[in-house]
């Protein structure tokens, strides 16, 4: 696994937690959190993540963040 996608699992981790602490109160930010996982787990962790995947993740942390 590279150093991009070790970065990139961190930051789910702790969208994770986020999502954890809130419950499904908020389905979108639950949703974004699932798309971005999903992408992941079908990436290629030998390259860089792809756009798509990288896209997804900044979505779910900009729901998180204009939820808090």
Do not use: H, T
């Not at 990139?8 to 499904?24: C, S, Y």
């Not at 990436?43 to 792809?50: A, L």
């Not at 990288?54 to 942390?61: D, G, Y």
């Amino acid at each position: 696994m590279n150093d991009a996608y070790r970065d990139l699992k961190l930051r789910l981790r702790r969208l994770d937690a986020i999502l954890d602490g809130r419950g499904l109160a908020n389905v979108e930010f639950a949703q974004a959190v699932s798309r971005a996982r999903r992408a992941e787990r079908r990436g290629d962790r030998s390259r860089e993540p792809s756009a798509e995947l990288l896209l997804l993740l900044e979505r779910a942390e900009a729901i998180a963040l204009s939820s808090s």
